[in-house]
């Protein structure tokens, strides 16, 4: 049991002074039938946010280890600000709560994330209702029960911080690690030069598809539609994975951001999961005929080199509903469906958020890059 007392009046020396508001806490802490009185002071710079800890004696291993810490060292007499930090890790942030001095950096509670830590992976996490979330840089949508997904890129650091702010400002940075992956390599001579390079004339095309593709992907609803997850758009052989990258006639490319499945022209695609439809065009010159679903809060279903299109923008589509048919348009050998996901501008591997496929003569466990 730990219980706190303001007997800030019993000590008239520490009395607010200039800019700082000084509170004296006596926190008593249970320990079997002994109690271990401590007594601390709390002191509130009134121009801002920040509060500090500084204990008049020394906090002993016991209380630390009371509530899952591990702290190796006791808290020394002083004001140094690794005091109060092992100090806020020791003693929970309700202690204060009935001070009216619960501190902007105080603990606040670390998000419930499910989902992969991994290049490539969709996670959904849980938090405070009404808290912010932010990474990348970006603030991440939060529903009104706490809930929010991100991603992680192709290429995401092998340490990712994310930040938790509540109703009054105070923050909270989370860091988690990531796990690298190894992306397979190919070498491919005696390739076509138009896909090695486009001719310059169509570099103007280029850029206004690009442009709409992005703009589509960043058209967004606050809906969960990915919440149930994700069903295969087409059955069949996989044969190009996410994270890949060819080097053709000796010239880099960019690396493969799909997950490609081959079939016969004329196959039916179908949405791998709810949504809305936010681009539908016949011909890009590098992805043919192109879709684009949303499905909420930034994440989105693209799919390329389709021959042939059964929805326009502004549909709404069920799982499983068919969407387009299986091509060989844009700069293709061959007829197949190349299927991305995003979350914004981050790239993601439709293959980890898949239950393995049904009827395939491929294994899918051999379908994924390592």
Not at 63 to 88: D, E, F, K, M, W
Not at 131 to 146: A, L, M, S, T
Not at 151 to 171: H, K, M, P, W, Y
Not at 303 to 312: A, C, D, M, N
Request: charged share 20%; hydrophobic share 40%; aromatic share 8%.
């Amino acid at each position: 049991m730990l219980c706190c007392e303001d007997v800030s009046r019993e000590n008239p020396q520490l009395l607010s002074q200039g800019k700082v508001k000084i509170v004296v806490l006596k926190i008593t802490v249970l320990i079997g039938d002994s109690l271990l009185p401590i007594l601390g002071i709390v002191t509130r710079r009134l121009s801002g946010r920040c509060i500090y800890f500084i204990f008049a004696q020394r906090l002993w291993h016991i209380v630390p280890r009371l509530y899952g810490h591990n702290i190796q060292r006791t808290l020394p007499r002083g004001r140094s600000l690794a005091a109060c930090n092992r100090l806020r890790a020791a003693v929970p942030a309700f202690v204060l709560a009935g001070t009216g001095l619960l501190p902007v950096g105080a603990t606040l509670a670390e998000p419930v994330i499910s989902g992969q830590w991994i290049q490539g992976g969709l996670l959904k996490g849980k938090t405070a209702p009404g808290n912010k979330v932010r990474i990348f840089g970006r603030e991440v949508y939060v529903d009104q029960h706490g809930g929010f997904v991100f991603g992680l890129g192709r290429d995401a650091a092998e340490s990712v911080a994310l930040t938790i702010e509540n109703g009054d400002g105070s923050q909270q940075q989370f860091t988690y690690q990531v796990k690298q992956r190894e992306y397979r390599t190919q070498k491919i001579e005696g390739v076509e030069q138009k896909y090695v390079a486009p001719p310059p004339e169509v570099t103007k095309r280029i850029k206004n598809e690009a442009a709409r593709v992005w703009q589509a992907r960043r058209q967004t609803s606050n809906h969960a539609h990915f919440g149930a997850g994700f069903s295969w758009p087409l059955i069949g052989p996989i044969t190009g994975v996410y994270g890949s990258q060819r080097i053709f006639n000796g010239v880099p490319k960019r690396p493969h951001y799909g997950l490609d499945i081959a079939g016969p022209v004329g196959a039916v695609v179908s949405a791998p999961a709810p949504g809305v439809v936010t681009l539908a065009h016949d011909d890009m010159y590098y992805s043919g005929g192109t879709l684009i679903i949303d499905h909420g809060q930034g994440v989105s279903s693209t799919f390329i080199h389709l021959s042939k299109l059964l929805v326009g923008v502004g549909e709404s589509v069920q799982r499983g509903r068919a969407v387009a048919e299986v091509g060989a348009t844009g700069r293709v050998t061959g007829p197949h469906l190349d299927w991305r996901i995003n979350w914004f501008d981050q790239r993601l591997d439709p293959y980890l958020l898949l239950p393995p496929m049904p009827d395939s003569g491929e294994p899918a466990a051999k379908a994924s890059a390592r």
